[in-house]
């Protein structure tokens, strides 16, 4: 079984990013607070990386210490091998896109875009080229004597977008950009994205709270919790292989239900569901027979069947529509709730009524073990 920091798929190439045992504390004494606990994270390069958790967890401190407005309390931190602790963030090749875009108002598009060019003591004839290519690469170049007040916010969200690309650096570091944008525009954004990262082949760090937004767009995510970095894969790992209670929580919808451990064989266990039915689950490292477990199941991986012998026997006591599919709240026997998620494709059957009896199975290998 893969340790909760493997990386499937990994090559040998040296990372991009490496972060080594790094601590950031704020304050000092009684007012002191820990808002990294020993961070250890390889990035690699040209990939879209997400840092992912919820407000608190470290995420941000972890992308302003990469971009050197923070000071590490300890720990290192390389860039392409580089040690860049003592480095300043004007010499450090990084460049960041802030939530709120940082615009200048009184410039036009265009010299948004050639501001760190001019600073860089580029040559003129330099800096109209790549403004004109940058502006080309977001798709506004129509727009380049426009101002930012004159913009949507997308708009301006693709100005950010150039004016960080165009000094050419070696990571770009997006601190939520997406969350003052509306629904229909953040999706469309997160396309733009991906397809800035591939054509630039820049290493690119997001920070984000959303899910989707990190299981929609990354190659790689680290889930973080209260200053400790809790799982390290991609979507899929994190999605249907979570490493424990938190991570299976956090992404995405679950049911978790109680259980005891029967018997272990390799890596799987059978176990007895608190409402006394036995079923098999992919096992957590450690866990042995007669260990106390919880235990994760994706509610679209839970079959409503009959109450039949070998199902799980429930009670339908609430519906919510979502359009293309609908939840099932069910009321197992034991009184915990599962939910089940249901496709409302044309010719479906039709759902219980709600009060039904029904029972559940749930589909092969889709039960994991979790640790605390």
């Known amino acids: ?54 407000s608190g967890s470290g ?8 971009a050197g407005f923070e000071v590490l309390t300890s720990g290192t931190i390389h860039l392409f091998g580089a040690e860049i602790r003592d480095l ?5 090749p990084v460049n960041t896109v802030f939530q709120h875009y940082a615009l200048f108002p009184h410039l036009s598009v265009a010299e948004n875009v050639a501001f760190g060019l001019k600073r860089l003591r580029r040559p003129a004839a330099e800096i109209r080229s790549r403004v004109a290519e940058m502006l080309a690469l977001v ?12 913009l ?38 997160r396309e733009e994205l991906q397809r800035l990262q591939r054509e630039t082949g820049i290493t690119f760090v997001f920070v984000t709270h959303d899910q989707d937004e990190a299981l929609s767009m990354s190659d790689r995510i680290a889930v973080l919790s209260e200053g400790r ?5 991609t ?29 272990r064989s390799g890596d799987e266990v059978n176990l007895r569901l608190s409402g006394g039915v036995e079923v098999t689950a992919a096992a957590a490292p450690g866990i042995g027979e007669g260990a106390q477990v919880t235990v994760s199941v994706r509610p679209e991986n839970v079959v409503l069947t009959g109450a039949e012998a070998g199902s799980v026997r429930a009670r339908l006591v609430g519906k919510t529509f979502l359009g293309a599919s609908s939840l099932l709240t069910l009321a197992l026997d034991d009184a915990s709730r599962v939910t089940v998620r249901r496709d409302n494709r044309m010719g479906h059957p039709e759902d219980p009524e709600t009060g ?4 559940i199975v749930f589909a092969p290998g889709s039960l994991r073990v979790l640790l605390p």
Not at 88 to 92: A, C, G, N, Y
Not at 229 to 233: A, F, V
């Open 1 to 54: 079984m893969l340790d909760r920091h493997d990386e499937q798929g990994h090559d040998n190439a040296p990372p991009a990013i490496s972060f080594r045992d790094v601590v950031k504390i704020y304050g000092a004494g009684a007012a002191a607070f820990t808002a990294l606990h020993g961070a250890d994270l390889d990035i690699r390069d040209n990939e879209f990386f997400t840092l992912l958790g919820p």
């Open 59 to 66: 995420k941000t401190t972890l992308l302003r210490l990469l």
């Open 139 to 150: 798709h506004m170049e129509h727009l380049a004597d426009r101002q930012p007040g004159q």
């Open 356 to 359: 039904a009896e029904v029972g």
């Open 152 to 189: 949507s916010g997308g708009q301006q969200q693709r100005v950010a977008l150039a004016r960080a690309l165009a000094p050419e650096p070696k990571v770009l570091l997006l601190d939520e950009p997406l969350s003052a944008l509306d629904l229909k525009l953040r999706q469309a954004m």
């Open 229 to 233: 970095i809790q799982q390290i894969g």
């Open 88 to 92: 300043p963030p004007e010499r450090r």
């Open 235 to 263: 979507p899929d790992d994190l999605y249907n292989r979570p490493y424990n209670r938190f991570v299976a929580d956090f992404i995405g919808d679950t049911n978790l239900l109680e259980a005891r451990v029967l018997r």
